[in-house]
């Protein structure tokens, strides 16, 4: 599998360059090569004309080429100016350090307090400190890798407008990487599109339209309203139609209830408060919002890995103790979660016993393992679910990200739940695995499986949900179903305003 | 909020996570394993013989007195295999909290108040000898179990870590112990004797193992008992459901705890039973008279750290440990030959640590290689053979 | 009994020299620590430098030279630590058990037939400031190895709090994902807090032997190096928290000695635990409470992706 294959790109100064392509196409890599994450086996770079190696971060900083990270760049104990300055080779000065993150923030309208502990900060606050960070060391080219997904809509606009600034006024160059055709439609200049591994087109975003772009990135022809939200097509997705079939059971009883939930976090601070959510049998509930709002947290409730401080959960009509190991799973409660290397399967063992995790029983004879059903229930699963893998008993490690969420699905779907739960589902899939992922979810709900999707990207809950729940600092802010879905006024509860 | 508890300081190895596997070859990876582990070894013990001829000893003389003492002088290797025996029962109970994700290492502490409980119970209990010795062993089993329950009570109540709690114990147990032996209605020899000594009383004959004769040589029946339960722990954690939850807890308490595997009950039962075997190793150390027919404060002996060491060079595997467990038992018997030698004794504990760093190192590079393969893989599909550029013009 | 025990500068003096073994070792850790790694073998490298300061100050006759040793065997021991955990991935729990074992091994064989004789160091009293009541000898009046505190403790924190080195060592404690990413070398700072670490134990260990007994015992240091952990846990991973545990531990190993010279008796066994039992019942007390570095005996390894 070629991550990048003879790829030409051209920066230029001045311009915000948008590198499109769907999740595995390749532009992370390349990113991560211009950053020095990564080491090329061929090929050649060359900045301001001359040909450079870059073999670490610290090389390509001192090239003037500096990247805005996702998730991964931020001490959460340390202050925001800590941060900044952390990694730079001069000696520590505060109250100079504290200055210039003032400075910046006042110049590009990046409002963040140098002193805050980064810990304490929402979502698009820490993007602002990773921009900080990034721009002190007066980089010519910032990179920005899918930075959107941490935002509301209209924190994003506000990105896109200091991303103008900084190229039209200062002659930087910004090179933003995502795989959602809005985005790149609306902050670009320039277009390059990547497909497997290559750039496979280059063109002005002028020119540019929606169906020239994802063709490009899939290389056939797509129906934009039937797959809209693989390529982040809000307007797409809100316009078209749902091909939703609601089998909403008249049952009196909902698969899943959640009332009055509340939980604190560690440091004290509240991560749910007064959380009501209902999910009825066949249904798809969406809840919508941006990370870190009280997502990870329901999720985990609903793995049996939070205890709630006050309120219930009962599944179909049944009370559920919350915190206790197993009880969840028991219950008839599935789960995807968020990141499946943290709950979700064990990478120590094999195929087969990563899908045999939630019953052994059921592979078992008075006791002990029976091998022959542990392979054969394995067999089953990974021909029914597509999972690609030597044989049943590979690690689970070797497995790639894709084949690893197959049998975390496999397992779950197999146990027939009440309930299923799939927390940012498609995080890091490509568009192939996206529709997959999507028509499973959808099948579940057409057996009477109630489905609770929870997900950064709205315009997966759009193509998805029945109804829209949206949460903000761990409350439901808002509540509507899919034919009164707008995204202003979602993106708006999205950002704590009352709409 | 109670989340399901995370104990800060976990046992957490360094596995890469590889999607796709480093390119693999077989025969060839396997020759360079064995050659690493041969080298690894080799240095080891090399340092070891230089140790030795630094100190103005002859290596070529211990080699030999550690041979007789261990295998070639009469009645040696009975010895040495009955001394294997208590290793092993703490080995194998190391490997129980192991794979659960526990780290214990207050065994000396466990396996001590095991063998005084052990004693307790068996100068006093009537009965016939089998009963006596089924009950003082059960007494050494629950004396240890309750050891390391504290520490299980300590991390899953408080979140202290079971590394220090354990560890403290230890001296904790020696000084309980110390004072036992100083009250007779305790551990205290009871005879009228005159010098004492803080000891405690003799364990009658009739409640020991029994011996095999084999070959001239007295083999302990307690060596049976340790090869059983190792056998028993290996197939139950490899084929059994509850084997089977405890290597999920140890692998992904987080996973482990989404599929119905309590933390506190798993993990603590897992906790207690390695303290119960090293208790019961305790016992049996005690009513095999290997270390003498009496508890007194330096009765332990180093078996407790010793069965650590051996469950880490068997790399947690219960089956390993048996002949793993032997190489320590000669090194402890063939040490006892070294006086003659001029070469302070203590080289044998010199020798076995340097063994078990030895082995830590080829897994360890065997890890590396593996990670650089991986990169060098990602990397070779990163980049074609096609020549690119990607320029950032001014 | 207890206003007598108080009220006794024995109680003070001893006190404060009972500590200093735990401060060194605990500051070594506790720099070890924020940097996440958990080094169990600060027990060896306690006993490595209490072993190395015999020798040294035996063969060259003089104190100095000991703790020059007792530096040196420390780092050593730290050297093997780090560079087995941190850079070729074995796992830290288990190399710094060994490493204990080894050392106790070794050190009770090359006391065996090199037999140092221990070159003890003087006491040293500064003047007007030891003259104050109580607490005067405790802590000005002490062997003059023992005042590395006052320069070793203040080290460390300006080290960890007020350099870029520490700022870094901070970021590979709580995120070192994020530390490599912003360009911080995460496992080479983590061997250089082992490094620091040995040094402090072993002078700690190079104090036991030069000033505190005298001689080098292989069991000497009987598991002082563990409650010199739970005084890092006992006080919340802070500078200020760790010394307070320090001289709570130093106190109750006091206790015995002080009691025996004012002329009380008390249970052998019990003031020999005390120690033990105060770092277990102080870690029930506050272990839950406070929060250990993010990444605390996590290793480190630059992922793929």
Redesign the interface.
């Known amino acids: 599998m070629l991550a990048c294959d003879a790829v030409d790109l051209t920066l230029r100064r001045g311009e915000v360059h948008g590198v499109l392509g769907e999740n595995g196409a390749g532009k992370s890599t390349l990113m991560k090569i211009l950053i020095g994450l990564v080491l090329p086996d061929d090929g050649r770079v060359d900045v301001r004309g001359r040909s450079v190696h870059i073999t670490d971060p610290l090389v390509a900083a001192d090239l003037g080429i500096a990247m805005v990270h996702q998730h991964y760049s931020l001490v959460d104990a340390l202050s925001v100016w800590e941060n900044v300055v952390l990694g730079e080779p001069a000696r520590l000065d505060p109250s100079a350090a504290r200055a210039r993150v003032r400075e910046i923030g006042e110049h590009y309208g990046l409002d963040v307090d140098p002193d805050a502990r980064v810990g304490s900060l929402t979502a698009g606050q820490r993007q602002r400190v990773e921009i900080v960070k990034c721009l002190r060391r007066d980089p010519t080219i910032l990179v920005f890798d899918e930075p959107t997904s941490v935002l509301t809509p209209a924190e994003s606009d506000q990105l896109f407008s200091v991303l103008r600034r900084v190229v039209a006024e200062e002659g930087r160059t910004v090179a933003l990487v995502s795989h959602k055709l809005d985005e790149v439609l609306q902050a670009t200049d320039v277009i390059s599109i990547m497909r497997q591994g290559r750039v496979v087109e280059h063109l002005p975003a002028a020119d540019a339209d929606a169906r020239t772009l994802a063709r490009a990135m899939v290389g056939r022809e797509v129906s934009l309203r039937a797959e809209a939200a693989a390529f982040g097509l809000a307007e797409a997705v809100q316009g078209a139609a749902p091909d939703l079939v609601s089998t909403v059971a008249a049952e009196p009883v909902p698969a899943l209830r959640i009332r009055g939930a509340s939980v604190r976090g560690r440091d004290g601070a509240p991560k749910l408060v007064a959380l009501d959510v209902v999910v009825g049998a066949g249904e798809i509930v969406g809840v919508a919002g941006v990370e870190g709002n009280g997502q990870r947290e329901l999720a985990d409730v609903l793995s049996s890995l939070t205890k709630l401080d006050e309120g219930t959960v009962e599944v179909a009509g049944v009370a559920v103790p919350t915190g206790r190991p197993g009880a969840m799973a028991a219950a008839g409660v599935g789960v995807i979660p968020e990141d499946r290397h943290d709950s979700g399967c064990v990478l120590g063992m094999s195929v087969a016993e990563n899908l045999a995790m939630a019953d052994p029983h059921g592979v078992a004879r008075r006791g002990m393992l029976d091998r022959r059903a542990l392979r054969q229930r394995a067999a089953r699963l990974m021909s029914e679910f597509e999972i690609s893998a030597p044989g049943p008993d590979t690690p689970m490690r070797l497995l790639s990200g894709g084949n690893q969420q197959r049998v975390v699905l496999a397992r779950e779907l197999s146990a027939s739940p009440t309930v299923l739960v799939a927390a940012q589902p498609t995080h890091g899939l490509d568009v192939g695995a996206i529709e997959y992922m999507g028509a499973r979810l959808r099948a579940a709900a057409e057996s009477g499986v109630g489905v609770l999707l929870i997900s950064n990207e709205l315009e997966e809950i759009l193509a998805l949900a029945h109804r829209i729940v949206v949460v903000h600092r761990g409350r439901v802010v808002g509540e509507m179903t899919r034919a009164e879905a707008d995204l202003e006024r979602i993106g708006l509860l999205m950002g704590g305003a009352a709409a | ?4 508890e995370e104990l ?14 480093p390119p693999r070859r077989p025969v060839r990876d396997a020759v360079v394993t064995v050659a690493t582990y041969v080298v690894s070894i080799a240095v080891a013990l090399a340092l070891c013989a230089l ?1 030795v001829a630094a ?2 000893g002859s290596w070529e003389k211990v080699f030999s007195a550690l041979i007789d003492g261990s295998l070639r002088s009469p009645g040696a290797w009975g010895l040495t295999l009955t001394t294997a025996a208590p290793l092993l029962i703490v080995a194998v109970g190391t490997i129980v909290a192991t794979k659960a994700g526990l ?1 214990n ?1 207050g065994q000396e502490g466990q396996l001590l108040i095991g063998a005084s409980c052990c004693a307790y119970v068996a100068v006093r209990i009537p009965g016939p000898g089998w009963f006596a010795l089924l009950a003082a062993l059960t007494a050494g089993l629950a004396g240890g179990a309750l050891w390391a329950g504290l520490a299980a009570g ?1 991390r899953f109540w ?4 079971e ?3 354990t ?6 147990a020696f ?2 112990v ?2 036992g032996l100083t009250k007779t209605w305790l551990l205290l020899d009871r005879t009228p004797r005159i010098n004492k000594n803080n000891t405690g009383e003799p364990l009658p004959t009739d409640r020991t193992f029994g011996h095999l004769h084999l070959f001239g040589n007295d083999v302990s029946l307690s060596v049976v008992l340790a090869l059983v339960l190792a056998v028993l722990i290996a197939l139950w954690l490899s ?4 084997g ?2 405890l ?2 807890l140890g ?2 308490p ?10 506190v009950k798993v993990g603590g039962t897992a906790l207690v039973a390695s303290g119960a075997f090293a208790g019961l190793a305790g016992g049996v150390l005690l009513t095999s008279e290997s270390a003498g027919d009496r508890v007194t404060t330096a009765f332990s002996g180093n078996y407790g ?1 010793q069965g ?2 051996v469950a ?1 060079l068997a790399r947690d595997r219960p089956l390993v440990a048996i002949p793993m467990a032997l190489v320590f038992a000669a090194l402890r018997t063939g040490s006892g030959f070294l006086a003659a030698t001029g070469v ?1 004794r ?5 020798v ?3 063994l ?2 030895a082995l ?2 080829p ?3 065997a ?2 290689r593996d ?1 650089r393969r ?2 060098a893989a ?17 | 009994m207890i206003w007598d025990v108080l009220s006794s500068s024995i109680l003070y003096e001893s006190a404060f020299r009972l500590a200093v073994l735990f401060v060194l070792a605990a500051t070594g850790e506790w720099m070890a620590e924020r940097a996440g790694t958990l080094n169990i073998s600060l027990e060896g490298m306690i006993i490595a430098g209490a072993f190395g300061a015999a020798v040294g100050s035996s063969t060259f006759d003089s104190v100095w030279v000991g703790l020059g040793y007792a530096a040196v065997a420390g780092l050593v021991l730290a050297a093997v630590q780090a560079n087995m955990s941190h850079r070729l991935t074995a796992n830290q729990f288990v190399v710094g058990l060994t490493l204990n074992v080894l050392v106790v091994g070794l050190t009770a064989f090359l006391n065996a037939e090199l037999k140092p004789v221990v070159q003890r160091a003087g006491v040293v009293e500064i003047p007007l400031l030891s003259k104050i009541p109580l607490v005067g000898t405790a802590f000005f009046g002490q062997s003059w190895p023992a005042y590395m505190v006052y320069l070793a403790v203040p080290l460390a924190w300006f080290l960890v709090f007020r350099t870029r080195w520490g700022l870094e060592l901070r970021a590979c404690g709580e995120n070192p994902q994020s530390a490599d990413v912003s360009g911080v070398h995460v496992n080479k700072r983590r061997r250089q807090a082992i490094y620091l670490c040995g040094i402090y134990a072993g002078l700690g260990g190079g104090f036991l032997t030069l000033a505190q007994v005298g001689t080098f015992e292989p069991q000497g240091v009987a598991g002082r190096g563990f409650i010199a952990i739970a005084a890092v846990i006992f006080g919340g991973w802070t500078l200020k928290g760790t010394i307070a545990g320090c001289f709570v531990f130093g106190t109750a190993q006091a206790l015995g000695s002080v009691l025996q010279a004012l002329g009380y008796r008390a249970n052998p066994q019990l003031l020999t635990s005390l120690p033990y039992v105060l770092a277990l019942a102080t870690m029930l007390l506050f272990a839950h409470r406070t929060r250990p570095p993010a990444a605390l005996a996590r290793p480190f390894v630059r992922g793929l992706t």
Do not use: K
């Not at chain 2, 909020?1 to 399901?4: A, D, G, L, S, V």
């Open positions: 909020m109670r989340e399901i800060p300081l976990a046992v957490v190895d360094a596995a890469p996570v590889i999607p796709g596997g140790l100190t103005g780290v290492i300590m408080r979140q202290v870590p590394v220090i709690s560890l403290l114990l230890v001296f904790v000084q309980l110390a004072y084929r059994s459901v509850g089977f939850r290597r999920m692998l992904n987080r996973a482990a705890q989404r599929s119905g595997v309590s933390a750290w650590l060491l880490l302070e203590r080289i044998a504990d010199v076995q640590a340097m078990v760093l830590l190192i897994p360890a590079i890890a590396i990670r991986a990169v990602a990397r070779a599909g990163a980049m074609a053979t096609a020549p690119a550029t990607a320029g950032a013009a001014a």
